[in-house]
């Protein structure tokens, strides 16, 4: 999880702006989440971005961040694990992105 602040904006400029930067994966905005997603369903391809338009905060979140219930799921949280520095390059790859947008 990582948090960081940004200059005010809108909601659905940031999603238009994030869809201009990454159209090579899937910006995915349905039932009130905002994920940018790697094509297919994939436990490493996938980073949840919380928004607050108002201030211009945001929070990404990856499955690193759930990892004490993974590893309940026991071969879901090995594969993960495995997969550590996969998902958190393509986490900062998105940031890096957001950033380089509102700035």
């Known amino acids: 999880m990582q948090n960081f602040n ?4 809108t909601k659905n400029e940031f999603i ?5 930067k ?3 994966y899937k ?3 349905s ?3 905002l994920q940018v997603r790697k094509s297919g369903f ?3 391809g996938n980073v949840k971005i919380d ?3 108002d201030t211009g905060k945001i929070t990404t979140t990856t499955q690193l961040d759930s990892m004490p219930f993974l590893i309940i799921m026991l071969p879901i949280g090995l594969y993960v694990w495995a997969k550590k520095q996969k998902i958190k390059d393509f986490e900062n790859e998105v940031i890096e992105g957001i950033k380089a947008m509102m700035n």
């Open 16 to 20: 238009e702006e994030l869809r201009k």
């Open 6 to 9: 940004v200059k005010p904006f």
């Open 22 to 24: 990454f159209p090579q």
């Open 27 to 29: 910006i995915q905005t």
């Open 51 to 53: 928004t607050n338009p």
């Open 31 to 33: 039932l009130g989440a």
């Open 42 to 44: 994939t436990l490493t």
